[in-house]
């Protein structure tokens, strides 16, 4: 069997003359392309046209007896808490909602001694041992109904205050 050959060195193949309009065009093409898909992922929410079917988004939250029925009582808890939360850090900036429960009753104890702390501190742990599965057996449809009462004192308290 025969060894190939030695074969000579190949040359450079570059042009004596570079152009940098194809660089150009390509940085252009790219850039485009990359504003193009900002803008598509940045676009805004779809508008719901009106006269649609109604559906939950247009008939507003499920009342609490559905959830109850569907034997979801930890989203009743987490709701009723939540609203009740909320309305407090309405009339009460201190107490946010991103507070432990402890922090967000240190708060509202500061910022007003004289609220319903009491009542606030019972239905929260109450409402809390529901959410997070500690508490079995407890109705959580009159929990709900006096976490809504009590943000609207809070609700009438604040806007007053």
């Known amino acids: 069997m025969r060894a190939p050959a030695p074969q000579p060195a190949v040359g450079p193949l570059r042009l004596a003359r570079t152009s940098p309009i194809p660089a150009v065009v390509a940085v252009i093409l790219a850039g485009g392309a990359l504003l193009l898909l ?31 029925s569907a034997g979801e009582p930890k989203a009743v808890a987490a709701r009723a808490t939540q609203g009740l939360r ?11 909602e991103a507070l432990s429960t402890a922090e967000f009753l240190e708060a509202v104890e500061r ?14 742990h109450a409402l809390d041992q529901v ?5 079995h057996g407890v109705e959580v449809a009159p929990l709900a109904a006096r976490a809504r009462a009590l943000a609207r004192e809070f609700g009438a308290n604040g806007s007053s205050a």
């Open 38 to 68: 900002i803008a598509w992922r940045h676009r805004g929410p779809r508008v719901i046209a009106t006269g649609a079917p109604p559906g939950l988004a247009a008939q507003g939250d499920a009342p609490d007896a559905r959830w109850l």
């Open 86 to 96: 909320r309305a407090v850090a309405h009339a009460i900036p201190a107490a946010h």
């Open 111 to 124: 910022a007003r001694p004289n609220a319903p702390l009491r009542d606030l501190r019972e239905l929260l």
């Open 131 to 135: 959410a997070f599965a500690t508490a």
